[in-house]
Nanobody, 124 residues
């Protein structure tokens, strides 16, 4: 079982930055792929970014490429999502997810463990 706890959400103005963090309870976190998804009411959950266990492979949804950066620190069992140039359409609940395996799929069904989520609101 992998327990995931997110933090770092909040209310910011358009153009601002936020950094989300997700701490995993798994001791062998360096064997799991970690990802961020987001969801707004009435919409399906959307893959945002993912990073392989080694950090060597990352992937992003097109809407955030060039603005968001995912990274991980296995010594701290933590994955980060640095979000720059935030837009109102980035408003959502952001959730951390984990799966055992080396690949970084964009489909949520491939992830076995989920955090509770943290709200990000971008509004003037």
């Amino acid at each position: 079982q992998v327990r995931l706890v997110e933090s770092g959400g909040g209310l910011v103005q358009p153009g601002a930055s936020l950094r989300l963090s997700c701490v995993a309870s798994e001791r062998s976190v360096n064997t799991v792929t970690l990802a961020w998804f987001r969801q707004t009411p009435g919409k399906e959950r959307e893959f945002v970014a993912g990073v392989s266990w080694s950090g060597g492979t990352t992937d992003y949804t097109n809407a955030v490429k060039g603005r968001f950066t995912i990274s991980r620190d296995n010594n701290k069992n933590t994955v980060y999502l640095q979000m720059n140039s935030l837009k109102p359409e980035d408003t959502a609940v952001y959730s951390c997810a984990a799966r055992r395996g080396a690949s970084v799929p964009m489909q949520g069904d491939y992830y076995n463990y989920w955090g509770q989520g943290t709200q990000v609101t971008v509004s003037s």
